[in-house]
């Protein structure tokens, strides 16, 4: 352990397991990647971990080392990876049948893939409706599956050698689910995992097995998850930090580059129709109306907390924002989200965006798990617990303290995220102010 900044931050000493509880598209295309990059068949493009500078000090001072020369971050070498599944298919297998790498790539790294085989799921129906698969845990109680989780992932840490671990939600949106009364306080949270409660999701027994046992926790998906007091009592409790929701991949990632720039030059906004076509299991999933709402919330919530229509009345309360996602089997992983925007400038006078992302949704969400895996295990060394609010660059709906608005600025979520690890290692905050090179 040693201490240079702020915090003391303990070495990236052995191997850092990484659990995954989905292994589908993104699951599999974030392993493959990983383990073509450490054979030098790819680049990392888009992590900002491998390739992203920070700037430290003045400018004059020229000092822009990369993020992972400036805090102790895990190689890649050193990441092994577990999963759940529904489905028995191997990581090749279900990297096959995802399609969004190609083959002769697949087959190059067909090794590590082909050994990883997904241990049994716990699953319910009743929070994803589409879809169904042999490879499903049973038990008498939803305590009783807890326990089995955990005693997966004391195996999995044994078996691999691992110092470390860093769970990643991977898998399918939940139906949409408010806090109930279980979800109150660790307490009524582990009498309702004995009682078999049905406002106890999956993924919050998958959740509560982590934190229990220090595991850090990421939520990949718009699930209610984490956001319940029992977790963040459970986190506080055990010293270990947290962080969700929903990858913000497609075109919610288009809404936070161009929402800002609107109100940063005071250009009002009428209406924003946003509508998808996608045919993955993502895709398939979100045919069932609760999983969409669940998604639809999260992508909605964005606009209103970038734009502000409260302090902005005249250019942006009577916004219409209005989200649809179709699932189209022919379109694979190749998603496209289609934007019309109206705004209006001087005068009133009316314009019009019109955009048309051809994007890759696995191919975008791929760095963004290896990113979270590598800060939420710098963070667990670094000693820090409960929401890493730092880490809300890569969330379409990202978790904050309780009464506390999200900020959903990318820009500002990337100086918030360069800015905890200047005050990590003991730098100076960046404010751009730049008052100093003019005196």
Known sequence: MSKQGNVAIAPADGRLGVLIPGMGAVATTFIAGVEAVKQGLGEPIGSLTQLGTIRLGKRTEGRTPLIKDFVPLTPLHCLSFGTWDIFEDNALEAALNAKVLDTPLLEQVKEPLSAIKPMKAVFDHDYVKRITGPNVKSGSSKMELAEALME??????????????????????????????????????????????????????????????????????????????????????????????????????????????????????????????????????????????????????????????????????????????????????????????????????????????????????????????????????????????WLSFYFKGPMTAPGLYPEHDIFIQLMKLKNTLRWMQGEDLITHLGLEYYD
């Open 152 to 389: 997966d992932i004391r195996e999995f840490k044994r078996r691999n050698g691992c110092t470390r671990l860093v769970m990643i939600w991977c898998g399918s949106t939940e139906v949409f689910h408010k806090p109930g009364a279980v979800h109150q306080s660790v307490a009524s949270f582990e009498a309702g995992l004995g009682n078999n409660d049905p406002e106890i999701a999956p993924s919050q027994i998958y959740a509560y097995a982590a934190l229990k046992l220090g595991v850090p926790y990421a939520n990949g998906a718009p699930n209610l998850t984490t956001d319940v007091p029992a977790m963040l009592e459970l986190a506080r409790e055990n010293q270990v930090p947290i962080c969700g929701k929903d990858f913000k991949t497609g075109q919610t990632y288009m809404k936070t580059l161009l929402a800002p720039g609107f109100k940063a030059r005071m250009l009002g906004v009428r209406g924003w129709f946003s509508t998808n076509i996608l045919g993955n299991r993502d895709g398939e999933v979100l045919e069932d109306p609760g999983s969409f709402k669940t998604k639809e919330e999260t992508k909605l919530s964005v606009l209103e907390q970038i734009l502000q229509p409260d302090l902005y009345p005249r250019l942006y309360k009577d916004l219409y924002h209005a989200v649809r996602i179709n699932y189209y089997p022919p379109r694979g992983d190749a998603k496209e989200g289609w934007d019309n925007i109206d705004i209006f400038g001087w005068l009133g006078y009316p314009m019009q965006i019109k955009i048309d992302f051809l994007c890759r949704d696995s191919i975008l969400a791929a760095p963004l798990v290896l990113d979270l895996v590598l800060f939420l295990d710098l963070a667990q060394r670094a000693g820090l617990k409960g929401i890493q609010e």
